[in-house]
């Protein structure tokens, strides 16, 4: 034990080094080495960036570009990747596990999948009918790196073709009969949940699929749930389903109108939903009709807008505007890209004091 008045030796006091001082030849010097480790890298670096590809991959017959059937390409990255990707995907068939048809045509099967792929919860199907086609699925589940389960859940539910209790149910027996999801604790299993409600319209998300890949057009749900079931580590955002006939190559359902044709300044065109911000949307547009096009329209019925009735009032405007519904996404974001329109996120409170300013806004 030392005693409590050991003072221990100061190694780097100037009393047992001294250390020489920094002069203008150190200075100079410490700036050619700076100068000249900077142009030896940016020579390395050009160096290896003028390599031919076959230098740096030895297998001279793969390709910098995939391919698709439309005639459209997509360049792969070479350095790290390479330009082949290795990747088998299993898909799940419907009559292979106890439970899938229902959660894909209802608990009497009579929901089809052409019903599904309609508005703006059509993901679900889309990405299924994708990945039965591609060149990536495999049909072994042991040389499987991921596995997709299928579930058409928030069309069959919205057709009423099961209850929020029927779901959490079924996708509990479901998935108690997936060794391979047991195997990895569902960490290599993908799972499409469309609307924005997310992974909460499977109730018992948190004990089952909480370590799965989620695919979802919203990541927050703390507005009305305790906690979300988005993890940035391992869950994708995707877009919502998008009209095809505005989506495809060629001629689309409407096509963008020149600014200076465009009737109003700006629109909304969904249903109020009791929501304060759509509902002062449907007061201005009644106070300033030249300026802003936001009609009541509901979900069924005469006020309903058909889909090519849609984007013909969509493209009317300069401004399209997109208030927070039911929870944050909103398909009008996306939809607004397809006529050049400039979409506005707006959040209105519930002060009268408010809404004049939107409306001073409008003259």
């Not at 790196?145 to 996708?171: H, Q, W």
């Not at 948190?206 to 749930?225: C, F, M, Q, V």
Request: charged share 20%; net charge positive; with cysteine.
């Amino acid at each position: 034990m030392g005693s409590p008045n050991f003072k221990p030796t100061r190694i780097f006091s100037p009393h047992h080094h001294n250390s020489p001082p920094c002069t203008r030849t150190h200075q100079i010097g410490a700036l050619l080495l700076v100068a000249s480790t900077f142009f030896l890298v940016r020579l390395f670096d050009h160096l290896f960036s003028t390599c031919p590809p076959s230098s740096l991959n030895h297998d001279h017959t793969s390709q910098n570009f995939v391919h698709f059937s439309d005639g459209g390409s997509l360049s792969w990255p070479q350095i790290g990747y390479g330009s082949h990707l290795s990747l088998k995907i299993y898909v799940y068939e419907e009559d292979e596990i106890d439970g899938l048809k229902e959660l894909l045509r209802g608990r009497e099967g009579k929901i089809s999948a052409d019903a599904c792929v309609k508005g703006q919860w059509g993901t679900q199907v889309k990405i299924h009918r994708l990945l039965l086609q591609s060149r990536f699925r495999t049909r072994k589940k042991e040389e499987a790196n991921l596995f997709f389960v299928p579930a058409y859940v928030k069309c069959v539910r919205m057709m009423g073709g099961l209850n929020d209790k029927e779901i959490n149910s079924t996708y509990v027996k479901a998935l108690s009969q997936m060794p391979y999801f047991r195997r990895s604790g569902g960490r290599d299993h993908i799972f499409v949940f469309p609307s924005g409600a997310g992974a909460h319209l499977f109730r018992s998300w948190a004990t089952y699929i909480n370590r799965s890949i989620i695919l979802t057009p919203e990541g927050d749900r703390t507005d009305k749930k305790d906690t979300s079931s988005f993890n940035t580590w391992k869950d994708i955002i995707i877009p919502g389903n998008v009209e095809d006939g505005m989506t495809k190559r060629g001629a689309v359902t409407a096509q963008p109108l020149p600014l200076s044709k465009r009737k109003y300044l700006a629109n909304y065109l969904g249903r109020a939903q009791g929501k304060a911000g759509r509902l002062k949307l449907i007061e201005l547009a009644k106070q300033y009709p030249d300026k802003l096009e936001c009609p009541e329209l509901k979900f069924s019925g005469p006020e309903k807008l058909g889909r090519m009735e849609y984007f013909h009032h969509l493209r009317n405007a300069k401004f399209c505007v997109a208030p927070r519904g039911e929870s944050s996404w909103t398909l009008r974001f996306y939809e607004s890209f397809f006529v050049v329109c400039l979409s506005l996120s707006l959040s209105l409170s519930h002060t009268h004091t408010h809404t004049h300013t939107h409306g001073d806004q409008l003259k």
